[in-house]
């Protein structure tokens, strides 16, 4: 088992910034992947972001030119940094743990933590 703790949330203006952190427990170790969701109101769960153990980084279109994910493995968290936001980055944004188990991708999903932009 692998726990998450998700942290950095909150509210923020047009054009503000923000940084969550997420720190992994438990049964971690080997090939993992590392990276960020979310859920805006109404709509389905998307990929923000994913940084692999060799730091290899995949973006959200949407996203590219203003987040930046990063990770320290001597703390086993990863960092979403969030500049430039506006109001269509309000969502739930998910941590995601993805470890190599042999043969499978073993998925962990944090609970969650709200991101609203508004003046």
């Known amino acids: 088992q692998v726990q998450l703790v998700e942290s950095g949330g909150g509210l923020v203006q047009p054009g503000g910034s923000l940084r969550l952190s997420c720190a992994a427990s438990?049964?971690?170790?080997?090939?993992?992947?590392m990276g960020w969701y979310r859920r805006a109101p109404g709509k389905q769960r998307d990929l923000v972001a994913t940084?692999?153990?060799?730091?290899?980084?995949k973006f959200a279109d949407s996203v590219k030119g203003r987040f930046t994910i990063s990770r320290d493995d001597a703390k086993n968290t990863v960092y979403l940094e969030m500049n430039t936001l506006s109001p269509e980055d309000t969502a739930v944004y998910y941590c995601?743990?993805?470890?190599?188990?042999?043969?499978?991708?073993?998925?962990?999903w944090g609970q969650g933590t709200q991101v609203t932009v508004s003046s």
């Open positions: 995601k743990y993805s470890v190599w188990r042999i043969t499978y991708w073993d998925d962990y």
């Open positions: 940084i692999g153990v060799g730091g290899t980084t």
């Open positions: 438990g049964s971690i170790s080997g090939i993992n992947i």
